[in-house]
């Protein structure tokens, strides 16, 4: 559940907390007066794409912050711990900071987190409506992802999708066999040429080979250098060693009287052990070395070697095991391909998996189908449609799919004895909005998510329409949390909390939201039926409205 929401020089916010109930919350307030701004910085803590005109006029930043609290068995407490992010206050904290140059970083729980990481969490948290869901309905797909979303038919319609994909990888391979039959042997044939070719050097590092060879070809200039080096730490009349030990007797007895020399002695000390590992370390190295002609000789030719075959094959000698590892890879392919008929079995055999799959799947769905449509028919009629009725049309595909068997169509019709016809034909806009939103409270009934977000999902309705949708609402707000913007008293006067949004005409101009009190509802409620001027009557209008409210929850 969503609980608080900061935000810093967010948009039109200059400084805003806000804290959010629990049940039904509403956002209400002018035209332009901003009441997206709660929505977008919500939507931007869960990974949305921001840019600069997210950053309040004038500020460096915008910086925004939404808390919420979880159950310890939920899908996010399973995340959290999955990616070891649980907090012990069992709350989830997601921040999102924007730059002016449209840079943007993110936390959770205070730890750096990518925008993919806040998306993947964001869906079990919250599902966003809003009101261009309507044109989903218009798309054809819809009606079979709402089918299958609101029966729980995901895991089997992933099945066919993954049967398919087997099914038509097998085809492709099938015919990458007959294809390759002709020239195969040929191929085969040059590819064994090449790896016996290049087995025997690639058993050998490059790098290593190389390194050691540039080590014995300046062999004498090394222990030249060397043999200077122990001389200058440890073998002169005055070497390093010697006089850091002076430095560190000098210094030794007055460590006690300065923190800093205290400071400066432990550093020599530190610098005294350095200077003996390394010329330790120094001798070890001049006494293993020895220069063998022969070996070089034989470095030599391997790199010879290397060099040759790399200029062959057109790669860097660097490459060539890659290379090797390559052409193995297709001889494998190219043996497995020996038999066609072999994979001409594997695709019928995966044909016929995925036609089982996609048989069941149309099976379940026929079956959810009708008891679907009655309840949608019963949810739609209230809001003014008294004879509206939906049916699922299934009619097979010519060649099947992905997807399945059939495609799916709903059909509609809003007048008695008049047929049903697909939705996208015969609905009128109203119609439409007013399905959208039964369709998606359906939805949202089967989610996961604990908060529900409807941004202006009740435009195009009105009057009593209106109240039936505030009753929806309010009902499903007694199992989630329920975030809505609107434009309608009937809807704004069920919630559990009015959230007002107002613009300042400061300079810069800013909004503000706060939470209303029941007088400052009434007040407000009034507004949205009656506009501007607020009189007894829409006072009155606004009051009965409220009253409605708590009739039904008792009557619930």
């Not at 590092?205 to 030249?224: K, T």
Request: glycine share 4%; hydrophobic share 40%.
């Amino acid at each position: 559940m969503l609980t608080h929401l900061t935000l810093i020089n967010f948009a039109l916010a200059d400084h805003l907390a806000l804290d959010i109930e629990t049940g039904f919350n509403v956002l209400t307030g002018e035209t332009g007066a901003g009441k997206s701004l709660l929505l977008d910085a919500l939507s931007a803590c869960l990974g949305e794409r921001t840019d600069s005109h997210s950053v309040r006029f004038g500020s460096d930043k915008a910086d925004v912050t939404a808390v919420f609290n979880y159950q310890p068995e939920s899908l996010e407490a399973k995340w959290l711990e999955q990616h070891e992010l649980a907090d012990e206050s069992g709350e989830i904290h997601l921040r999102r900071v924007i730059f002016a140059t449209g840079r943007s970083k993110a936390w959770i729980n205070g730890r750096p987190s990518s925008l993919a990481e806040l998306k993947d969490l964001g869906r079990f948290l919250v599902q966003l409506y809003s009101q261009h869901s309507q044109q989903q309905l218009l798309e054809p797909p819809y009606p079979k992802q709402w089918l299958d979303r609101y029966s729980s038919f995901e895991a089997p319609a992933q099945k066919v999708r993954d049967a398919y994909a087997t099914w038509q990888k097998s085809i492709r391979q099938h015919e990458q066999a007959l294809l390759a039959q002709s020239t195969r042997l040929q191929r085969i044939q040059t590819l064994e040429q090449q790896l016996e070719e290049v087995e025997e050097i690639i058993v050998c590092n490059y790098a290593e080979i190389e390194q050691e060879f540039d080590r014995l070809s300046h062999h004498e200039h090394i222990m030249q250098d060397c043999a200077y080096s122990l001389n200058v730490l440890d073998e002169a009349e005055q070497n390093i060693s010697q006089e850091i030990s002076g430095l560190v007797r000098r210094l030794e007895g007055h460590t006690g009287r300065s923190e800093q020399l205290a400071s400066i002695y432990q550093a020599l000390m530190n610098a005294q052990s350095e200077v003996d590992d390394a010329t330790a370390h120094l001798r070890q190295f001049i006494d293993k070395q020895s220069f063998d002609p022969e070996r070089m000789e034989q470095l030599n030719q391997d790199l010879e070697m290397f060099h040759r075959l790399a200029r062959k094959y057109r790669t860097q000698p660097e490459q060539l095991k890659q290379e090797y590892e390559t052409w193995q890879h297709e001889l494998l392919q190219l043996q497995q391909l020996e038999d066609p008929e072999t994979l001409a079995e594997q695709v019928q055999h995966n044909e016929q998996m995925f036609l089982e799959h996609a048989q069941t799947l149309d099976q379940l769905r026929k079956h959810a189908a009708t008891p679907l449509a009655q309840q949608l028919t019963e949810q739609v009629k209230p809001l003014a449609l008294p004879e509206a009725l939906f049916e699922f049309k299934f009619d097979p595909l010519e060649h099947p799919t992905a997807e399945g068997l059939s495609s799916i169509q709903l059909l509609f019709t809003a007048n008695k004895g008049i047929p049903a016809q697909p939705l996208a034909r015969v609905a009128s806009g109203g119609e439409l909005s007013r399905i959208a939103l039964v369709m998606q409270v359906m939805n949202a009934e089967k989610t996961d998510a604990e908060v529900l977000v409807f941004d202006e999902i009740d435009v195009g309705i009105s009057g009593g329409t209106a109240e039936i949708v505030g009753r929806l609402l309010s009902g499903l707000a007694k199992h989630v949390q329920i975030l809505c913007i609107t434009h309608q008293a009937q809807v704004a006067a069920y919630s559990d909390q009015h959230l007002l949004v107002k613009k300042q005409q400061s300079d810069p101009a800013s909004s503000t939201i706060f939470a209303l009190n029941e007088t400052q509802r009434i007040d407000e409620l009034a507004r949205m039926t009656g506009g501007v001027e607020i009189n007894e009557t829409t006072l009155q209008h606004a009051t009965q409205l409220r009253q409605l409210k708590f009739q039904n929850s008792v009557k619930a």
